[in-house]
């Protein structure tokens, strides 16, 4: 049987776009005369659609959305996601689905039977789990049919499992000789390699092939990287779909050979990826087409501009350089061969003036030869309103440029700095923000060298270094990783060699600080644990490891 593997970016609720991809890739299928095209999880609706599962309306679209699919397209099989209604009295009202149809008969189907509620992950709030282990007999092989979550629950993987069964071994040993399971499952650095492990590890175990068809794209915070995959009876990976973007695989089970696609070869690469992709869906998916970056001649925001030009294109980013009186003259020359090298139109727009009547109207205790915080805290605030404000003229969508490190421990400005409507880089580190521009540089240089050699300064008062109120980035981002990612203690920390009195220090910071990222724009999430939804800490508490 040839098989397709068809990863598509579905848009959360937008059912004809989601259709008519489904269309447009079963067509291709066709003219490769394959039997049967595999789509991804929930793919009629998008994944995740959260709390709109709490809409009758939206269920309903759904539901009609297959039905027109079923009678629509011909001369293929189909298997993809959707929302089904549990018709018991009890239980949650929904079912995370798939479905086989072709011809215009429903042949199976089958419920998620695993639903995580860890991370980014909300399942059992809306759906029931389903019950049925019985493979389905179609063209000659049976097809255990799974749902994302359905295979990772294998005990010689997971040394505390989540779940009592495993639908995989259950299904083997009701018959089943192909697993398919269809996917949106998210991405982050590091989770490819452990996926490929676990899919063909089950591959090999119950001798059997093994297809996994994943979601692509991106929906607000959460990233799919695609790389939907095949692996033989003996585990070998033998089809590969490209990473963060729409593709179409075939997959032979009677030659165990497939297509192969190029993907990035480093987590920096990769990282780099997702933060374009992601930027490109969010903007876009949110209806907007440009976007506006503030400029300061520090890395952090070099990085996001790029991003912003390769996933918008040069025309579409608008840059704006706005010194003050303690901006170097260095960063007046860095803005500006960034911008060229980008092919960005730069503004620059002066605070000085600004800042100075602010100063003289809001107090007369604000003195202008003594900066504290709270006049760094103004220029901040003065510049995040500049951006608010050419967004608000223009209808640019403002692209804030924190990075994961300086967000985790506050050291950003609420109603400043922190403007925006996405955050592009709050989940990627200072020192990976490093890497990734070195990366970009390897070619060409798009980020002026200086601004990747200088030491990192937020320029709101006179010699100003991030070190003066931060220890070495490399020490900060291990210490944040340790805590935030791995769930490490204070005392664990402080075993592992760093100093105890700083990593106290650090861990105060991300607590304290909890209630600005509550009001942050949202982020794009590359690392195990980010910021964001996925992360739920109470504001208001008293809990203290030390």
């Known amino acids: 049987m040839k098989i397709a593997i068809a990863q598509i970016n579905p848009i959360i609720g937008d059912f004809k776009h989601n259709a008519d991809k489904i269309i447009y890739f079963s067509d291709r299928a066709k003219a490769l005369s394959c039997d049967l095209i595999v789509f991804s999880e929930l793919v009629i ?63 199976h189907q089958a419920n998620k039977r695993l639903l995580p509620t860890y991370d980014v992950f909300d399942e059992t709030r809306y759906f029931e789990p389903g019950t049925d282990f019985a493979p389905y007999l179609y063209k000659g092989m049976r097809i255990g049919l799974t749902v994302c979550e359905d295979v990772w629950n294998d005990k010689d993987i997971f040394r505390k499992r989540f779940y009592h069964t495993d639908p995989l071994e259950l299904m083997v040993r009701n018959g089943a000789d192909l697993i398919i399971n269809i996917s949106a499952s998210p991405y982050h650095m590091g989770k490819r390699e452990f996926k490929w492990h676990m899919l063909g590890s089950a591959a090999q175990k119950y001798n059997i092939p093994l297809i996994h068809a994943n979601q692509v794209g991106g929906n607000d915070s959460v990233l799919f990287d695609g790389v939907s995959a095949a692996f033989d009876a003996g585990g070998n990976m033998t089809a590969r779909a490209a990473d963060f973007k729409e593709d179409l695989v075939v997959f032979d089970t009677g030659t165990a050979k497939g297509d192969i696609r190029d993907i990035a070869g480093s987590d ?39 991003i912003a030009v390769k996933a918008l294109g040069h025309e579409n980013v608008l840059t704006v350089f706005m010194p003050s009186r303690y901006t170097s003259q260095e960063n007046f020359e860095d803005t500006e061969e960034l911008a060229r090298n980008l092919e960005t139109e730069r503004l620059i727009i002066s605070i000085d003036s ?29 510049r995040g309103t500049i951006l608010m404000g050419l967004s608000n003229k223009h209808g640019h969508l403002v692209l804030s440029t924190g990075n994961k490190s300086e967000v985790g421990i506050g050291y950003c400005t609420l109603y400043g700095d922190m403007n925006g409507g996405l955050s592009v880089i709050s989940d990627v580190p200072k020192t990976t923000v490093y890497d990734i521009s070195r990366f970009i540089n390897r070619e060409k240089e798009y980020i002026p060298k200086r601004i990747i050699e200088k030491a990192p300064s937020a320029e709101l008062k006179p010699g100003q270094s991030d070190q003066d109120d931060l220890p070495p980035y490399d020490v900060l981002d291990a210490i944040l990783k340790g805590y935030i990612e791995e769930f490490k203690s204070v005392k664990e ?17 991300i607590h304290r600080n909890e209630y600005k990222r509550y009001q942050s724009a949202p982020g794009l999430k590359v690392t195990s644990k980010a910021f964001g939804y996925g992360r739920r800490y109470p504001l208001a508490q008293r809990y203290s490891e030390t």
């Open 268 to 306: 920096t690469e990769s990282v780099l990826r997702a933060l374009i992709m992601g930027t490109r869906d969010y903007v876009k998916k949110c209806g907007f087409s440009k976007a506006v970056v503030g400029l300061s001649g520090g890395i952090d925001s070099a990085l996001t501009a790029y």
């Open 493 to 509: 920390l402080a075993e592992m060699g760093f100093d105890k009195d700083l990593v106290k220090d650090i861990v105060s910071r």
């Open 354 to 382: 600004m800042f100075k009547e602010f100063l003289r109207f809001i107090s007369p205790e604000f003195k202008e030869d003594e900066p504290g915080i709270t006049e760094q805290n103004i220029q901040a605030r003065i």
């Open 45 to 107: 609706s998008g994944y995740p659609p959260r709390d709109f599962l709490e809409k009758k309306d939206f269920t309903d679209a759904n539901l009609r959305c297959l039905e027109e699919l079923v009678k629509s397209v011909q001369g293929i099989g189909i298997i993809c996601g959707f929302i089904d209604k549990n018709p018991r009295d009890e239980g949650n009202p929904l079912y995370n689905s798939a479905i086989l149809f072709e011809n215009g008969e429903k042949l």
